[in-house]
């Protein structure tokens, strides 16, 4: 006769039980789950994971009773919220929000679930639960609370407990979907802080914009991580609703103004009220609106256009930055990318002004310095590249410590991206970038090009001769 099995089930944070199974372990999962889910009184549903000695005793699922012995540990995983008794809390919100093909611009994307991936995620909850988080991240966490209670004080995160925040709330997340909707993210952001309050921003409307952009940025590549641990991918649909936004955005041109120009909201509210305004045919569409000249189009060809005179300014110039302007058109090449970022490049250093601080580089950052870096910048782009000078694989776009748009081809569309929703947010040049940014629209674009400053002036004229 089998012997009596004993099986230690971990419910969750600080609460586990023993399970005692006679006669002896059952021959399949399901009615292992049965068994547990009767003594331990579950009622939501949930899978088992085990302790794998293999991958240091991490826990994995549970496919086979084969895998697991008697005195194993096991460990319950909700597929919907946790019980609220769980030491989870759960929120539910209004539905206060447009539906979401409205609100977003260019392609949106309904997610189409083999049956493979329709089984290995549950269901969106209508009450999303914010999980523990690793336990020096809730020491933190919890020490911010008590300064909360005490004095109202907000907590700053650094780096790396904020990279362990948004980690712990993707793990979550993708429980339920890897294509949560602009509303979704909404959820989770409002939940973050209605449980850990000590978290809400300053200066922000809802308190949470900042977390819910940098939620976006992070989980923009988790679908490329899952390929690449094995996860079998979703199939997208695109929608083509870019006529519908369009005219929209033409309809209430008149009212964004308004508003941009009078009331001068900071970055992340005009991107949580005018969403679709960060998508780069909407960039180029309402540049055109505001100025009747179109945007990336004139740019780069006139950024070509002025090339072979931009190196003969550049090729005059003595002294350090003659030296650095030298270096800038000896690694040009052919290659009409490579060759407008290094003539934006060299405007900044001809002009006293760094190139750096324009285009950032991320070279094998790690993903706390990185979003240190970001966070810091006032106003310009970034490239990630895997080594200097090889091609990007990111090129983004940030205002006011928010990446603000990301997935650009280059740093040539990114910088005209960038003069464009400045234009049109009516944001004043960064102090360390004006004299380039002044060139770019009165010389390069020309626009206002009869009220020049004296330095802007006098490259003018040396590039006309």
């Known amino acids: 006769m089998t012997a009596q099995a004993i099986l ?8 586990s039980q023993r399970v005692m199974v006679s ?12 068994e547990i889910k009767t003594q331990c009184k579950i009622m939501e549903p949930f899978r088992l994971q085990f ?29 919907s919220c946790q019980p609220q008794d769980q030491g989870e809390d759960r929120f539910s919100f209004p539905s206060t929000s447009a539906p979401d093909d409205t609100s977003t611009c260019g392609d949106s994307t309904v997610s189409l679930s083999s049956p493979e991936s329709t089984s290995s995620r549950s269901s969106w909850p209508d009450l ?43 793990q979550e997340v993708v429980k339920h979907t890897v294509y949560p909707t602009d509303s979704k993210f909404d959820q989770v952001a409002e939940a973050l802080i209605l449980k850990h309050p000590c978290l809400k921003e300053k200066g922000s409307p809802s308190g949470y914009v900042g977390w819910k952009m940098s939620l976006k940025y992070k989980l923009a590549n988790y679908p490329t991580h899952l390929r690449k641990v094995g996860c079998p991918e979703r199939n997208v649909k695109k929608r083509n609703n870019r006529e519908t936004v369009m005219g929209k955005m033409n309809r209430t041109f008149a009212l964004r103004r308004q508003e941009v120009i009078f009331d001068a909201p900071m970055i992340c509210n005009v991107q949580e009220r005018w969403p679709a305004l960060f998508h780069p045919a909407e960039i180029n569409a309402e540049f055109k609106r505001i100025t009747t000249m179109p945007l990336q189009s004139r740019f780069l060809s006139q950024l070509d256009y ?34 407008r970022e290094s003539l934006i490049k060299g405007l900044c250093v001809y002009l006293n002004e760094n190139p750096d601080i324009l285009v950032q580089e991320y070279m094998d950052m790690t993903e706390a310095t990185a979003l240190s870096a970001i966070e810091k910048t006032t106003v310009g782009t970034y490239v990630s590249r895997d080594t200097p000078g090889n091609y990007s694989f990111d090129v983004g776009i940030i205002i006011e410590g928010v990446v603000v748009l990301k997935d650009l081809d280059n740093v040539a569309i990114a910088v005209a991206m960038l003069f464009g929703l400045l234009y049109s947010v009516n944001m004043s040049y960064p102090s360390q970038l004006r004299y380039t940014f002044e060139v770019i629209q009165k010389v390069v674009m020309g626009l206002d090009a009869t009220e020049l400053s004296r330095k802007a002036q006098n490259f003018k004229t040396k590039l006309l001769m």
Do not use: W
């Not at 230690?8 to 609460?15: A, E, Q, T």
């Not at 006669?23 to 049965?34: D, H, I, K, N």
């Not at 909360?148 to 904020?162: A, Y």
């Not at 005179?309 to 490579?338: E, N, P």
């Open 306 to 339: 002025l090339s072979e005179s931009l190196l003969k300014v550049f090729a005059k110039r003595s002294g350090q930055q003659g030296k650095k302007l030298k270096d800038i058109a000896a690694m040009m090449t052919d290659d009409i990318v490579a060759r």
């Open 8 to 15: 230690r089930v971990i419910l969750g944070p600080d609460s």
């Open 51 to 79: 302790m794998d000695t293999l991958f240091g005793n991490e826990f994995v699922n549970l496919t086979s009773v084969a895998e697991i012995q008697n005195k194993a540990t096991i460990k319950i995983v909700y597929t």
């Open 23 to 34: 006669p002896g372990l059952p021959s399949t999962v399901t009615e292992l789950e049965a």
């Open 128 to 170: 999303f639960c914010i999980p523990r988080f690793i336990y020096d991240a809730e020491i933190k966490l919890a020490k911010a609370h008590v300064a909360f209670k005490e004095n109202g004080m907000l907590l700053i995160p650094d780096p790396k407990l904020k990279s362990d925040i948004l980690q712990g709330l993707i």
